[in-house]
């Protein structure tokens, strides 16, 4: 689905609440941590992490979660990425 620009927009804050919980989800117990190492390289790449990334691209509902991180698995390593690769 593709947006037309005439639905109704989601509140920004609403992709940031929505950006925490999906990366919470992805990261678990780590997730404090990664936070505050994204706050502490720049606080605009943190909200925007949380907010595009994760509040709009990561939490959609088109796949599961493990869809999503092979997804994310394998562009690494289609970009030959390995140092973001843990598996």
């Given amino acids: 689905h593709i947006d037309?620009?005439?639905?109704?927009?989601?509140?920004p804050f609403d992709y940031h609440e929505s950006g925490i919980k999906e990366m919470k989800l992805v990261y678990g117990s780590s997730?404090?941590?990664?936070?505050?190492?994204?706050?502490?390289?720049?606080p605009d790449l943190a909200t925007h992490t949380l907010n595009f990334a994760y509040g709009m691209v990561l939490a959609r509902d088109v796949l599961n979660i493990t869809e999503k991180e092979l997804s994310c698995i394998t562009i690494?390593?289609?970009?030959?990425?390995?140092?973001q690769v843990h598996i």
């Fill in 31 to 42: 997730f404090a941590k990664l936070k505050t190492s994204l706050e502490d390289c720049h």
């Fill in 76 to 83: 690494l390593v289609a970009l030959d990425s390995p140092r």
């Fill in 4 to 11: 037309s620009g005439n639905a109704e927009r989601a509140n």
